[in-house]
């Protein structure tokens, strides 16, 4: 049974980001293969626990604000005018609930267990970026590709998507990869091997995928790498040895890369489409603009929007019954489907109103403050003090570039919270406190993927 349980995990987490890879399509709904996994544990572990008798969900507080999210989904159906959709929701705000519950549950057996989900979590985004890597060599060398959904210049060179639906949708999936991968490296963390190649194999796929979210977030990590590093140097009075090495490292790709883009500037202008600069159209920034005034018109249209909203997964629907007020139109059901906002914030706000919203930023919140305090707590060994912390900024990191263009139900970000959360639980209940509120001193187990510390 637990090697059946480990296997299915491991591919439940490989699989987390998929939205076309293994997914069934149901009139514009999509049930990801990674969902239908994580079902099955859940049936698992209920299974197990009746039989033994032990069914024990963990006591964490920060269940409390995760169910009461739930809630502010249900309670935003009484003003829905897509009752389907957002009934929907909040059966997959449910399910990511549950599905944080088991990883907490997973992670708690021992330290054994929290060590591999973490590395096992860090591999699923090497891998994502290997087929990203090979998308876009496959267009150039064969001039096509698997799952490629958008190109630069058709038949010649595709936009990396790896298993998402655009190139946004996989920047923002893998920038919480990049960002722990770095700072693991960058703090010089024992938990797993090849940090420096692997971080900036990373990087690499994700500038690469040609999403301008993507640079940014990369653009984020390495300047608050440096900024860390000059403040360092002031402090210690001597330099960050990684720090140095990050500033020679991006000293000479801009070298490098700098007088190529000024001799190759005509040719390589169209990676900027759609943002309005150098005479480029501005599509892509202007709908994405439009797309969150709109929806900020949503909730501030009507009293009752103010305090539940009009349905998480209805504010396309709501733009459409009002197509005089929002300009907005569809002439079919998976036209109707399909709208979204594409700002987190604004969705949740517009969604489920100030409840739902004060709900979900006191969850978000929440979870970074318990994790800062881990972070620095004397009490925790170094090895998982550097793991919280770069749980911690790249949560953050993650819940900044999703403002650019995606929603907050995907499975990846539900499961990046999870192990935030099965993090905090371990090392308080591990390091801090047992149930009875005793100091106790874990005995870490062997595992299966073994990390030492690495230049």
Avoid at 184 to 198: A, D, E, G, N, T
Avoid at 347 to 357: R, V
Avoid at 379 to 407: D, M, P
Wanted: overall charge positive; glycine content about 6%; charged content about 15%.
């Amino acid at each position: 049974m637990n090697k059946t349980i480990r296997s299915t995990l491991f591919i439940s987490i490989f699989l987390i980001s998929s939205d076309i890879f293994l997914a069934i399509e149901f009139s514009g709904a999509t049930v990801r293969a990674s969902q239908i996994l994580f079902l099955l544990l859940f049936i698992l572990w209920t299974y197990s626990s009746i039989k033994s008798k032990r069914f024990v969900i963990p006591r964490e507080k920060l269940f409390i604000p995760m169910f009461l999210f739930c809630f502010s989904v249900l309670l935003s159906l009484l003003n829905s005018e897509f009752i389907l959709k957002t009934s929907i929701y909040f059966l997959w705000a449910l399910f990511n609930t549950f599905m944080i519950i088991y990883i907490v549950q997973y992670a708690k057996k021992s330290l054994a267990n929290l060590d591999w989900l973490i590395k096992v979590y860090l591999y699923s985004f090497v891998f994502a970026a290997a087929f990203g890597l090979y998308q876009l060599l496959s267009s150039v060398i064969f001039g096509q590709g698997p799952l490629i959904t958008q190109w630069w210049k058709i038949g010649t060179l595709a936009r990396i998507n790896g298993f998402n639906f655009e190139p946004t949708f996989f920047a923002n999936y893998m920038i919480a990869g990049a960002a722990m991968w770095f700072i693991l490296w960058f703090k010089r963390s024992s938990l797993i091997k090849y940090k420096f190649v692997l971080t900036f194999f990373l990087f690499a796929v994700i500038i690469a995928s040609s999403a301008r979210s993507g640079w940014i977030g990369i653009a984020i990590i390495v300047f608050a790498g440096i900024l860390y590093s000059i403040f360092y140097s002031i402090k210690n009075s001597r330099m960050h040895k990684q720090g140095l090495k990050l500033i020679i490292i991006v000293a000479v790709c801009l070298v490098i890369a700098i007088p190529l883009i000024i001799i190759y500037f005509d040719k390589l202008v169209f990676l900027l489409a759609g943002t309005g600069l150098f005479g480029e159209e501005t599509k892509s920034y202007s709908l994405r603009f439009t797309r969150i005034l709109q929806t900020m018109g949503v909730f501030k249209d009507h009293p009752v929007n103010w305090f539940i909203g009009v349905g998480l997964g209805a504010i396309g629907a709501y733009m459409i019954n009002r197509p005089d007020q929002f300009g907005i139109g569809a002439t079919s059901f998976e036209g109707i489907w399909s709208i979204e906002p594409s700002n987190v914030a604004t969705e949740a706000l517009a969604g489920m109103g100030i409840i739902g919203f004060v709900i979900g930023a006191w969850l978000l919140v929440y979870i970074a403050l318990r994790l800062w305090r881990i972070s620095f707590d004397s009490r925790i060994g170094e090895k998982y003090r550097v793991v919280s912390q770069s749980l911690l900024w790249s949560f953050i990191l993650q819940i900044l570039i999703l403002q650019f263009n995606a929603t907050f139900l995907r499975p990846y970000i539900w499961f990046h919270m999870g192990l935030c959360i099965a993090m905090v639980h371990c090392m308080e209940h591990y390091f801090i406190k047992n149930s009875s509120g005793e100091n106790i001193t874990p005995v870490p187990l062997r595992t299966t993927i073994t990390g030492n510390k690495d230049t």
